[in-house]
């Protein structure tokens, strides 16, 4: 009886000591992820311009955002970025990762030049990009196009093409996610790589027969945050969008994004309601579009030792 | 062990606990003591029957020589009123309505704040600005303005903002430039319609070398300008109602796209940036024949050596002479402690004395006689310069208030009418379709 209730007074300490070692996490959680989520939610049903006491509207937020053709432009712009930078992490990332995998003389060197580009931050490698793309006929790459005969291009201010040079803007970040992914390459297991050589395969039959399937935890990672990451761009925009007009998103909303509508609606309009909306569309979309790579990657991923099982 | 875990553990969660309330405890006492600040401030001005110093603080949009200008203005202030202190700040006007907003959000605004007339829109329904009307002496001061001037801040009889000035842009021309080419120069006093525009630029362009263009033009003015002289504006002149879509407002619409895609014009979506500056700079940069500007770039021009002359903007055929301009003001923010020294400020920046100082370095006065004498002023001073804004300067109209979101659109739309992507009777449909949802938004939005 003794030991017994000694036992449970152990383990009713150890769970309160628990419980006050995770209390900052959870103090933390509540405050900055919780309250706000509940605040935003909120707002999505009032009218609040900071001057005057929110003023309860209903549904009436939703329906002017989902009224609105411009966010369906940042919607579209959107995803075209995420799945287009996605897309280039994932197929260039893995194969500059695999061709940097191999130990030769220079290859560390190789691996700092891919990697350091991706340390600039995107507002400083927009305004890098301005003279390239922007600045009309007399951008750098306009004045590239002329030399050549070629007839100069409305790189940013052509909606539709503008959201296509924040896509090939990925790939300066390309470096961040070889790095993971040599890192992944580096953690198989070499007897599969030995058995697959053994089997008669070439280079390139074990680079998709034995890397990529055992790549896929990490490639399912590198999807998540790509995606996540794809869908709250907004530094890249806003800077590009900056050689417009004050305030606007570009020639006929062309560098729109999700996050950059948000940004305008709640600090330019200073329409909270309207913001929180599109600010749950983005948590909302983000969700969906994780569940369903978790979904399809139940089918694809491989964890060498737990198949080998 | 266990103990010393625990221990630990308290410590810990006790020591957030002790931070965040330090951090609310620290906000609310910088809350009281300005708040107390805010208190003696206001009886600071008159102890036992002494007048004592008061310091406002001001807000303006204003950069180089403009700022200087501004702030000698306020010394002049100062002089005529040496127990007042007058701390101004100035922004680029491209940063200016955040800090605006963000001041009156907090609270904690200037005493005096300038305004466009379309940002002042933004603020009327939000009990921010105090009724200059309730002031000492308000009746007498305003009685000496234009009327339309007055009443433009003028809302359900409160007086929410003190007009101070029109800030009005023409076409200015490079009078070298037009020798140059061989072009006979424009009358300064009698508009030319469109027509008559595209065949001077054409034959301008044609006698320039080089990269030189023969027009940096301010689209959205140009486009306004000659829808008011249609007689069909692009908005009501309360923002509230598209009225492009009409027959003339599609004849002026179609005017804009002749000028526009003359051949002779900086492409659209590059006239504010690139090596023709922009509508205001262009002329400075001696590759542009013809801008479209204020008197606040004259003294640049000056500098630059530009043989420069104003002329008035086109018309369509048929169609009046207006002038499209900028109705800026100053209001008083509720949040002031300072109300009685801020309303001696503005009284006497709207007063003749304050306005004939103000139409020397900025936009035309509104004080009727500062006004006809500042324009006579003038235009004996610099005949190039001010005769051109004289040709129509009985039918001065200020543009209307309108959300960022038109403004982009419109901006669009232009674009696409000079690519021939849309003819002008689309333009006019598109704009109405797509752009009087937004102002019905942007007009509920601000509205009571």
């Given at each position: 009886m003794g030991s017994g209730t000694r036992k449970m007074g152990i383990e009713k300490r150890e769970k309160i000591a628990g419980l006050l070692l995770v209390s900052p996490w959870i103090v933390g959680f509540l405050?900055?992820?919780?309250?706000?989520?509940?605040?935003?939610?909120?707002?999505?049903?009032?009218?609040?311009?900071?001057?005057?006491?929110?003023?309860?509207?209903?549904?009436?937020?939703?329906?002017?955002?989902?009224?609105?053709?411009?966010?369906?432009?940042?919607?579209?712009?959107?995803?075209?970025?995420?799945?287009?930078?996605?897309?280039?992490?994932?197929?260039?990332?893995?194969?500059?990762?695999?061709?940097?995998?191999?130990?030769?003389?220079?290859?560390?060197?190789?691996?700092?030049?891919?990697?350091?580009?991706?340390?600039?931050?995107?507002?400083?490698?927009?305004?890098?990009?301005?003279?390239?793309?922007?600045?009309?006929?007399?951008?750098?790459?306009?004045?590239?196009?002329?030399?050549?005969?070629?007839?100069?291009?409305?790189?940013?201010?052509?909606?539709?093409?503008?959201?296509?040079?924040?896509?090939?803007?990925?790939?300066?970040?390309?470096?961040?996610?070889?790095?993971?992914?040599?890192?992944?390459?580096?953690?198989?297991?070499?007897s599969y790589f030995e058995a697959a050589m053994i089997d008669g395969a070439n280079g390139l039959q074990q680079f998709y027969k034995v890397t990529i399937p055992l790549l896929t935890p990490v490639l399912l990672f590198q999807s998540i945050m790509g995606i996540i990451g794809g869908l709250q761009v907004f530094d890249l925009a806003l800077t590009l969008a900056s050689e417009f007009k004050t305030g606007g998103m570009g020639n006929e909303n062309s560098l729109a994004t999700l996050v950059f509508y948000l940004y305008t609606l709640a600090f330019r309009d200073y329409n909270m309601g309207s913001a929180a909306v599109v600010g749950w569309v983005i948590f909302i979309v983000s969700l969906l579009l994780s569940l369903v790579i978790f979904r399809l990657s139940k089918k694809f991923q491989l964890f060498g030792e737990e198949e080998s099982k | 062990m266990k103990a010393l875990k625990a221990f630990l553990s308290t410590s810990l969660v006790i020591a957030i606990l002790l931070v965040t309330a330090a951090c609310s405890s620290g906000n609310s006492s910088s809350e009281s003591s300005a708040g107390s600040g805010v208190e003696s401030g206001a009886q600071q001005s008159k102890e036992n029957g002494v007048e004592k110093e008061v310091t406002l603080r001001y807000l303006r949009w204003a950069s180089g020589e403009e700022e200087v200008n501004f702030r000698?203005?306020?010394?002049?202030?100062?002089?005529?009123?040496?127990?007042?202190?007058?701390?101004?700040?100035?922004?680029?006007?491209?940063?200016?309505?955040?800090?605006?907003?963000?001041?009156?959000?907090?609270?904690?605004?200037?005493?005096?704040?300038?305004?466009?007339?379309?940002?002042?829109?933004?603020?009327?329904?939000?009990?921010?600005?105090?009724?200059?009307?309730?002031?000492?002496?308000?009746?007498?001061?305003?009685?000496?303005?234009?009327?339309?001037s007055v009443s433009a801040f003028n809302v359900d009889g409160a007086q929410l903002g003190a007009p101070i000035g029109v800030g009005r842009r023409v076409p200015f021309i490079n009078k070298d430039l037009f020798v140059k080419a061989n072009v006979p120069l424009p009358s300064q006093t009698e508009p030319m319609t469109a027509t008559q525009w595209v065949e001077m630029m054409r034959k301008v362009q044609a006698g320039l070398e080089g990269d030189m263009m023969a027009a940096n033009l301010f689209p959205e003015e140009l486009l306004y300008s000659l829808a008011l002289s249609a007689g069909s504006p692009i908005l009501s002149q309360d923002g509230k109602k598209v009225m492009a879509n009409s027959p003339e407002g599609v004849k002026a619409i179609q005017a804009f796209k002749d000028i526009m895609a003359s051949g002779a014009q900086v492409p659209i979506l590059d006239v504010w940036k690139g090596a023709y500056g922009n509508p205001d700079s262009a002329l400075t940069t001696g590759k542009v024949a013809i801008g479209w500007?204020?008197?606040?770039?004259?003294?640049?021009?000056?500098?630059?050596?530009?043989?420069?002359?104003?002329?008035?903007?086109?018309?369509?055929?048929?169609?009046?002479?207006?002038?499209?301009?900028?109705?800026?003001?100053?209001?008083?923010?509720?949040?002031?402690?300072?109300?009685?020294?801020?309303?001696?400020?503005?009284?006497?920046?709207?007063?003749?004395?304050?306005?004939?100082?103000?139409?020397?370095?900025?936009?035309?006065?509104?004080?009727?006689?500062?006004?006809?004498?500042?324009q006579k002023a003038l235009e004996a001073e610099d005949p190039n310069a001010y005769t051109g804004f004289s040709a129509a300067k009985a039918s001065v109209v200020p543009t209307p208030?309108?959300?960022?979101?038109?403004?982009?659109?419109?901006?669009?739309?232009?674009?696409?009418?000079?690519?021939?992507?849309?003819?002008?009777?689309?333009?006019?449909?598109?704009?109405?379709?797509?752009?009087?949802?937004?102002?019905?938004?942007?007009?509920?939005?601000?509205?009571?």
């Open positions: 405050l900055f992820g919780l309250f706000p989520m509940g605040v935003s939610g909120y707002l999505t049903f009032v009218k609040w311009d900071f001057l005057r006491d929110p003023q309860w509207v209903g549904l009436s937020n939703f329906q002017d955002v989902f009224r609105n053709p411009i966010f369906y432009t940042a919607l579209k712009n959107t995803l075209i970025i995420t799945f287009g930078s996605s897309l280039i992490y994932l197929v260039f990332g893995v194969i500059i990762a695999a061709m940097l995998a191999k130990d030769y003389l220079g290859s560390n060197v190789f691996r700092a030049i891919i990697f350091l580009p991706s340390l600039v931050i995107g507002t400083a490698l927009a305004m890098m990009m301005q003279p390239v793309f922007g600045n009309g006929k007399y951008g750098l790459l306009n004045q590239v196009l002329n030399l050549l005969g070629l007839p100069y291009q409305s790189w940013l201010t052509e909606p539709g093409q503008a959201v296509w040079v924040i896509v090939a803007m990925s790939f300066w970040f390309l470096g961040s996610g070889v790095i993971i992914y040599l890192a992944g390459i580096k953690g198989i297991d070499p | 000698n203005w306020l010394d002049e202030f100062e002089n005529a009123y040496p127990n007042i202190k007058v701390e101004s700040e100035f922004l680029p006007y491209e940063t200016y309505s955040s800090k605006v907003k963000t001041d009156l959000i907090s609270g904690n605004a200037p005493d005096v704040i300038a305004f466009t007339s379309s940002e002042w829109v933004a603020y009327i329904y939000s009990n921010v600005f105090l009724d200059l009307n309730t002031m000492p002496g308000a009746k007498e001061a305003f009685g000496q303005l234009t009327e339309d500007t204020g008197t606040w770039s004259v003294k640049a021009m000056k500098e630059a050596n530009i043989d420069y002359m104003s002329i008035p903007a086109p018309i369509v055929e048929g169609g009046k002479t207006t002038q499209v301009g900028y109705l800026n003001s100053h209001a008083i923010p509720t949040s002031s402690s300072n109300r009685e020294a801020a309303w001696e400020l503005v009284k006497w920046m709207i007063s003749k004395e304050g306005q004939l100082s103000f139409g020397k370095f900025s936009d035309l006065p509104v004080h009727k006689e500062a006004l006809d004498e500042t208030p309108f959300p960022s979101d038109f403004d982009t659109l419109r901006t669009g739309l232009q674009s696409k009418l000079v690519s021939d992507k849309v003819t002008a009777q689309q333009f006019a449909e598109q704009l109405e379709k797509e752009g009087q949802p937004m102002l019905d938004k942007y007009q509920a939005n601000i509205g009571k």
